[in-house]
T-cell receptor, first 114, second 109 residues
Framework: GAVVSQHPSRVICKSGTSVKIECRSL??????MFWYRQFPKQSLMLMATSNEGSKATYEQGVEKDKFLINHASLTLSTLTVTSAHPEDSSFYIC??????????FGQGTRLTVV | GQNIDQPTEMTATEGAIVQINCTYQTSGFNGLFWYQQHAGEAPTFLSY??LDGLEEKGRFSSFLSRSKGYSYLLLKELQMKDSASYLCAVRDSNYQLIWGAGTKLIIKP
């Protein structure tokens, strides 16, 4: 089946630094990818929709200058958390649809800001 | 507004059957998804319904009634490894997924 690969799986960074998370569709092309954030014991919260070759669409309340999204190719989208703070610590997950009926998720990235 | 409701937590016995319900109110409907998520891991796809009726896939089945805004996930022959959160999501008219808060399923021996 289709595979979405997300890297890194875990990252610890210092406050004020930036972290880049990559999401790749390995065996299909994804014109659209989705970035989610998940706090412990809560459901997924859509942060933004990443569109290949154009600007991402951010959900209300998500700072586009803090969470930079780049979708430079049909198989790669990146999320950069800039000037990270401890409150940005969370589980970040990307997903993409292969066809119309099944969304595949990356493995997720556990970000800890110290 | 858009809303997905599912129970917060359910408990069942190994070998038994459990039904997890999901009701939704969304702006448009383009399919309903069920995902399984183990703690600390990303969700994995279980099922997709876009037409009314029952979709069966091994031990798991999913049912949809669009007129009632209702779906359920049925898990048979429960195994300990089925202990996880089960997420219901509806794709709305903008083709965005609206997620329920998830149902934590606890399987007891």
């Amino acid at each position: 089946g289709a595979v979405v690969s997300q890297h890194p799986s875990r990252v610890i960074c210092k406050s004020g630094t930036s972290v880049k998370i990559e999401c790749r569709s390995l065996d299909f092309q994804a014109t659209t990818m989705f970035w989610y954030r998940q706090f412990p014991k809560q459901s997924l919260m859509l942060m933004a929709t990443s569109n290949e070759g154009s600007k991402a669409t951010y959900e209300q309340g998500v700072e586009k200058d803090k969470f930079l999204i780049n979708h430079a190719s049909l198989t790669l989208s990146t999320l950069t958390v800039t000037s990270a703070h401890p409150e940005d610590s969370s589980f970040y997950i990307c997903s993409a649809f292969s066809g119309d009926t099944e969304a595949f998720f990356g493995q997720g990235t556990r970000l800890t800001v110290v | 507004g858009q809303n997905i409701d599912q129970p917060t937590e359910m408990t069942a016995t190994e070998g038994a059957i459990v039904q997890i319900n999901c009701t939704y109110q969304t702006s448009g409907f383009n399919g309903l998804f069920w995902y399984q998520q183990h703690a600390g891991e990303a969700p994995t796809f279980l099922s997709y319904n876009v037409l009314d009726g029952l979709e069966e896939k091994g031990r798991f089945s999913s049912f949809l009634s669009r007129s009632k805004g209702y779906s359920y996930l049925l898990l048979k022959e429960l195994q300990m490894k089925d202990s996880a959160s089960y997420l219901c999501a509806v794709r709305d008219s903008n083709y965005q997924l609206i997620w329920g808060a998830g149902t934590k399923l606890i399987i007891k021996p």
